[in-house]
């Protein structure tokens, strides 16, 4: 599939493909899409010392980059063992074009940046100290056969149901599910009715919040204790 450089409203840059009409993120704002819905609406609100992440896609590994700054905030007591699949990586040329590192405080971000796309799949590193990092290169239905530890946060960011609409279907929902633990955290840009009613059949506590700039609702979801 080709891709495109677009600039998004807030400044940061997302890739467009041209043969789905889709956009990786929000046109209204890339870096501020990621902040409000997986940092401010996901990790913000998990408390734990020690936090599973499951993010379905990498793309172009904003929400890794987004969870770091996040995590370079925090006590350095916390470990984060993030995991992430992607079956069509970007290449190295859009990386650079995207230059998100631009957009950080932190100028070791940049080094971060670089090492996160050029790691080696499927294999887990510890990117900086208590941040463990593995991306693997699958279709998001092989999620079924990964070894993981219960997950406490889901970044769910798949693409929308517009052009991917298996992956807003119970399929999906029900292997994340079962790699969650109870109590865990699903966050997601989607505010469907369709995607609530899924959660809530998967015994999920479903709550809709404000959604980020250019979108009115957004969705969190509490995997309950199962009966």
Same mark, same amino acid.
């Given at each position: 599939m080709r891709r495109e450089i677009r600039t998004t409203s807030d400044g940061s840059k997302t890739l467009y493909i041209n043969e789905l009409n889709e956009n990786y993120h929000s046109h209204h704002g890339a870096l501020q899409e990621a902040r409000h819905v997986f940092i401010n609406n996901g990790l913000k609100l998990v408390n734990n010392c020690e936090i599973n992440i499951? $993010?379905?896609?990498?793309?172009? /590994? @904003?929400?890794?980059?987004?969870?770091i700054d996040e995590f370079l905030k925090t006590d350095k007591n916390h470990v984060i063992e993030y995991f992430t699949i992607e079956?069509?990586?970007?290449? $190295?040329? $859009?990386?650079?074009? =995207?230059?998100?590192? %631009?957009?950080?405080?932190?100028?070791?971000?940049?080094? +971060?940046? #670089?090492?996160?796309h050029q790691c080696e799949w499927n294999k887990t590193i510890e990117l900086l100290p208590n941040f463990?990092?593995?991306?693997?290169?699958?279709?998001?239905?092989? =999620?079924?056969?990964?070894? @993981?530890?219960?997950?406490?946060?889901? +970044?769910?960011?798949?693409?929308?149901?517009?052009?991917?609409?298996d992956l807003w279907e #119970?399929?999906?929902?029900?292997?994340? %599910?079962?790699?969650?633990? %109870?109590?865990?955290?699903?966050?997601?840009?989607?505010?469907? /009715?369709?995607?609530?009613?899924?959660?809530?059949?998967?015994?999920?506590?479903?709550e809709k919040k404000a959604g980020p700039p250019g979108k009115r609702e957004m969705i969190n979801a509490i995997k309950l204790t199962e009966a």
């Open positions: 499951l $993010e379905l896609g990498f793309g172009t /590994g @904003l929400n890794v980059l987004v969870t079956k069509y990586p970007v290449n $190295e040329d $859009e990386i650079l074009e =995207l230059a998100y590192d %631009s957009f950080f405080d932190e100028a070791i971000i940049k080094e +971060y940046n #670089k090492k996160l463990f990092f593995t991306k693997y290169h699958c279709d998001f239905f092989e =999620l079924k056969d990964l070894k @993981l530890p219960n997950i406490d946060l889901v +970044y769910y960011d798949c693409f929308g149901a517009r052009v991917q609409p #119970k399929p999906l929902f029900q292997m994340v %599910s079962e790699k969650m633990k %109870s109590g865990g955290l699903l966050t997601t840009y989607s505010s469907k /009715g369709s995607v609530r009613r899924i959660l809530e059949a998967l015994n999920f506590k479903v």
